[in-house]
């Protein structure tokens, strides 16, 4: 029962010497999304900079001239609060960049359609 193995080997051969050609729209959609994706990067590096800098300052002040953040803060602590603002920032700014270009693609998309 089954394939004989001659069959197989055909259809095998078939569909690993397969050469699919994209079409040009495909070659579009993978540049916008490569184009997008380094857009929300771009934007995501610059928000969590800035969120260290807004979170590490009054951290550091903080662990200095509080007695409770000085007893009870190291700097692990220290590392792990700078840190998770800046990993936050980063994500939600990228998938909101990210997003919001897909939004503005997918309205350009309709606006030509119906023009």
Same mark, same amino acid.
């Given at each position: 029962?089954?394939?004989?193995?001659?069959?197989?080997?055909? #259809?095998?051969?078939? %569909?690993?010497?397969s050469?699919?050609?994209?079409?040009?729209?495909?070659?579009?959609?993978?540049?916008?999304?490569?184009?997008?994706?380094?857009?929300?990067?771009?934007?995501?590096?610059?928000?969590?900079? %800035?969120?260290a800098?807004?979170?590490?300052?009054?951290?550091?002040?903080?662990?200095?001239?509080?007695? #409770?953040?000085k007893?009870?803060?190291?700097h692990?602590?220290?590392?792990?609060?700078i840190?998770?603002?800046?990993?936050?920032?980063?994500? %939600?700014?990228?998938?909101?960049t990210?997003?919001?270009?897909?939004?503005?693609?997918?309205?350009?998309?309709?606006?030509?359609?119906?023009?």
């Amino acid at each position: 029962m089954g394939i004989p193995s001659e069959m197989r080997d055909v #259809w095998v051969q078939r %569909i690993t010497n397969s050469f699919p050609i994209p079409s040009p729209a495909e070659d579009q959609k993978k540049s916008r999304a490569e184009r997008y994706s380094q857009e929300g990067i771009r934007a995501g590096l610059k928000a969590a900079a %800035i969120a260290a800098v807004v979170s590490a300052v009054p951290t550091l002040i903080a662990v200095r001239k509080v007695p #409770w953040a000085k007893a009870n803060l190291n700097h692990t602590a220290q590392a792990l609060i700078i840190s998770g603002a800046s990993i936050a920032t980063y994500f %939600i700014t990228v998938d909101k960049t990210v997003l919001e270009s897909a939004r503005r693609n997918s309205r350009a998309q309709f606006d030509n359609k119906t023009a």
